[in-house]
């Protein structure tokens, strides 16, 4: 991909933005309003602008393998966000963590983060449909039971490093810029790269600073349209096995966090919590 690709996907990216930054001015502001951990007023207006721009980005590498798959991933993760941001109170139960939603489904209930779990995992399937390519990456006969093996595994790996990516940058949206900087960290080495990379990179420098001072937030939907979409990067590395060691980290974080507390993780490590807290705001005192 030339130097015209990573200009239609800056463009893209510029242009999702200014559309949804756009829509989220016309929207009704106190329905996008939330109580932060610090019991101050935050806007998920924040979400919608990433979403609009990471959207935007995929959407200008159409018809590629690499743009149906990030397309996809950033609509629907969208989509499913939005959902569980604005209608979780419509369903007849809710659930904390993977294990909570599928709880409730046992009991038979729907939660809204069940309807997150499909959607985000079908169109994670779709994605890993369009970005496997047994010839170029297993370099195997299209007749053998080898490739058959490999071409599930394929499958199924980059469908799980897709949907758990998505998911965890929904946990890690819990603090002021930490989700976008975690972002930018695991984009950073391949952004002159990757015109997918370049946009999400963009797309999360615009929103940074009123995210770090916790005026903005991704909430459900801009975290797993952003999360999904760096998903879709990483499914496109050519090793099945850089591949499932991706999906074996990403799916032990969310585990982990079944368990533990991201927040005091990083508060007990020096480098993590200079890393977490650079930039932000000081806690600001609850309005009135």
């Not at 242009?15 to 951990?37: F, M, N």
């Not at 294990?99 to 890993?128: P, Y």
């Not at 890690?172 to 930490?178: A, H, S």
Request: net charge positive.
């Amino acid at each position: 991909m030339g130097t015209a690709t990573f200009g239609k996907v800056i463009a893209g990216t510029i242009g999702g933005l200014a559309a949804s930054k756009l829509v989220s001015q016309i929207l009704p502001a106190h329905k996008w309003e939330r109580t932060s951990y610090q019991g101050t007023t935050v806007s998920l207006r924040g979400g919608l602008e990433v979403a609009g721009a990471v959207c935007g980005g995929a959407i200008a590498l159409l018809p590629t393998p690499l743009g149906v798959a990030s397309t996809t991933v950033a609509l629907s993760g969208a989509i499913a966000g939005w959902i569980d941001d604005h209608y979780e109170a419509k369903f007849s139960a809710k659930g904390k963590g993977f294990r909570g939603h599928l709880g409730a489904l046992r009991n038979g209930q729907v939660t809204s983060g069940l309807v997150k779990i499909l959607l985000i995992g079908g169109s994670a399937g779709v994605a890993a449909l369009h970005l496997t390519n047994t010839c170029t990456r297993g370099k195997l006969s299209l007749n053998s039971v080898s490739t058959i093996g490999y071409w599930g595994a394929d499958i199924a790996t980059s469908t799980v490093l897709i949907a758990s990516t998505a998911n965890l940058f929904n946990l890690l949206d819990l603090r002021p810029g930490r989700a976008l900087k975690a972002g930018m960290l695991v984009l950073l080495p391949i952004v002159w790269k990757n015109p997918l990379a370049a946009g999400l990179s963009l797309a999360a420098a615009f929103n940074l600073p009123p995210d770090l001072a916790g005026k903005t937030m991704l909430g459900d939907l801009g975290a797993n349209a952003f999360g999904g979409a760096i998903g879709v990067i990483l499914a496109t590395q050519p090793k099945l096995w850089q591949r499932s060691l991706a999906a074996g980290a990403t799916v032990g974080l969310m585990l982990a966090s079944e368990k533990i507390s991201f927040s005091k993780v990083i508060a007990s490590n020096d480098v993590l919590r200079w890393l977490d807290e650079l930039g932000r705001a000081k806690p600001r005192l609850k309005q009135e």
